[in-house]
């Protein structure tokens, strides 16, 4: 993470680590191995982070329980990371080989599988609302990701789709993080739990289209992922979307997304193209909206330094290279 921006909280996520380090531990090796090459190359861990600040910044204090519930959102999503690298064929994942590409595939699914299953046995140690919110948002990932494949190659998707999209298969899981912190803090306040998960849902869609904008624009030492990837899988993205729209490059950019043939050549072609539209700053325009909208809703809550620090985090989402 950029510049300490998690420092306030840094024994905690030390704590969230030690956690996951614990559930890699199968008693069969080469699934240990297969977990902790997933886990210790961990990303930006900004799920976790959620719990633990909201849980702080509502007035939270000494409880083990957040950090375990913490680790066992950030094991599911990995689990869901293992099995959506093998849907999309990808080839990397944070600079290294997709596990799916270094064990096999047989073997990735089970180690999916038993991610998933460890992250909820983990959540059954807690209460039936914390369990319903990731439940919940579980099965929005998988709408999301469902839809998502409904639209591939498909020139007809606008921003509304796509909206719909990454609220199920990426924000659902960021709310569903900041509500379990939120409780832990405040159980039985509705309200303070609902902003917590409005707060995160509205990051969560800006982490997503700033996550999409980098398919385009990003570098893969910096990102640990090849650009392009989504055009060559005719994902429906936003910089795709608005740059589809443009009335000189636009029909290129659409022959190129349709057609299930396109390679890396050709998705190099249509970024090009795309970067000759003004796509890219309607994308950041897009993000920085719905962080705008995010930080005006954790205004209600008090000052403090954590409240300081989901702002600063929203900042990042918006402006990161990686």
Avoid: W
Wanted: with cysteine; aromatic share 8%.
């Amino acid at each position: 993470m950029a510049g300490g921006l998690l420092d306030c909280i840094s024994d905690e996520m030390d704590h969230v680590d030690e956690i996951i380090d614990g559930i890699c531990e199968s008693g069969t090796p080469e699934l240990t191995e297969m977990c902790r090459y997933v886990l210790s190359n961990h990303g930006k861990r900004l799920r976790p982070a959620m719990s633990i600040l909201f849980y702080h910044a509502l007035g939270g204090d000494g409880s083990d329980s957040v950090a375990s519930t913490a680790a066992a959102v950030e094991i599911v999503h990995n689990a869901t990371l293992i099995h959506d690298d093998i849907n999309d064929a990808g080839e990397l994942r944070r600079g290294a080989k997709a596990l799916y590409r270094e064990y096999g595939l047989s073997k990735s699914i089970v180690a999916g599988d038993y991610l998933y299953a460890m992250g909820f046995r983990l959540l059954g140690t807690t209460s039936s609302d914390i369990v319903g919110y990731v439940l919940d948002a579980a099965v929005g990932l998988a709408g999301g990701e469902f839809n998502q494949r409904d639209y591939e190659h498909n020139t007809d998707v606008d921003e509304a789709q796509y909206i719909k999209i990454i609220g199920g298969k990426t924000a659902r899981l960021f709310e569903a993080s900041a509500k379990c912190g939120a409780y832990y803090a405040r159980p039985g306040d509705i309200e303070a739990i609902d902003l917590a998960g409005e707060f995160a849902f509205l990051a969560g869609h800006a982490f997503q289209i700033a996550d999409d904008l980098l398919d385009i624009i990003g570098d893969v030492k910096a990102t640990g992922k090849r650009v392009g990837n989504d055009i060559v899988d005719g994902k429906p993205t936003i910089p795709v979307i608005y740059a589809m729209e443009d009335p000189e490059y636009g029909p290129r950019i659409r022959e190129i997304f349709t057609s299930s043939l396109t390679d890396y050549k050709e998705a190099e072609e249509a970024i090009s193209l795309i970067l000759k539209t003004d796509s890219v700053e309607r994308c950041r325009a897009l993000a920085t909206a719905y962080a705008d909208r995010a930080k005006a809703v954790i205004s209600k809550i008090p000052d403090s330094v954590y409240r300081e620090t989901l702002v600063n985090v929203v900042d990042y989402i918006v402006s990161r290279d990686r």
